[in-house]
């Protein structure tokens, strides 16, 4: 394809997937590039009087994830909204010109499966057995258990003294050990006193005198 470019991109539009809705239903279309701010400004505005009752957020591709966003803070600004989720795929098709058309290449079009999901949100309760049903609060309750299950874990590694300070090893204890001793004066066997003050790492000044006793 490196001699061709993306001169167009055709999105067919797919029929909603849910039934019995009214006619002047409010669909929200998430776009890559939409501004959360704007959508949800005109979406909660929209929701906020009684006299509407249901709104559709849809998204495809990259736009998924921010139509997910999108729903949930609408759950969250209106309480007691009970939703349906669709997921389901769009095609596209994609125009690809030669970039030299004096090179006798044709025009491809490549038509993609992207993956779309289309969330229902109503005042009004809906059916229950309807897959991809989610009653008013359920998430909260999923996420507190989520939340405990996780305390409880934090809580269970913290006692088996994982996660706490490194332990030492042989080599780092006893290095210490030695370390020490020189600090308080001590005589290690064969060893210069100018090295055991050098070792001890602090001024020789600052260590007290170590006595020579003499070897018979």
């Not at 559709?56 to 009970?82: P, W, Y």
């Not at 349906?84 to 490549?110: R, S, Y």
């Not at 992207?114 to 359920?138: F, R, T, W």
């Not at 405990?148 to 706490?164: D, I, L, N, P, T």
Request: glycine content about 8%.
């Amino acid at each position: 394809m490196e001699n061709y470019k993306k001169s167009k991109v055709v999105e067919h539009p797919c029929p909603l997937p849910f039934s019995n809705l009214p006619s002047d239903i409010i669909e929200m279309k998430v776009k890559e590039g939409s501004k959360i701010r704007n959508l949800m400004g005109y979406a909660i505005g929209k929701m906020e009087p009684d006299a509407v009752k249901q709104i559709i957020f849809s998204g495809s591709g990259k736009g998924v994830s921010k139509t997910i966003t999108c729903v949930e803070i609408m759950k969250r600004r209106i309480k007691g909204l009970h939703q349906i989720t669709k997921l389901l795929f769009k095609q596209v098709e994609e125009i690809w010109e030669p970039i030299v058309p004096e090179a006798g290449l044709d025009t491809l079009t490549v038509k993609r499966n992207v993956p779309a999901i289309c969330v229902l949100l109503s005042k009004d309760a809906l059916d229950v057995n309807e897959p991809g049903y989610q009653a008013p609060g359920c998430f909260d309750t999923l996420w507190i258990q989520a939340l405990k299950e996780e305390s409880q874990f934090q809580k269970k590694r913290r006692q088996s003294g994982r996660g706490g300070p490194s332990r030492r090893t042989g080599y780092e204890s006893s290095k210490s050990e030695v370390t020490k001793k020189l600090k308080n004066g001590a005589k290690l066997p064969g060893a210069d006193v100018s090295k055991q003050r050098k070792s001890a790492g602090t001024d020789a000044s600052k260590l007290p005198m170590i006595e020579h006793l003499d070897q018979k």
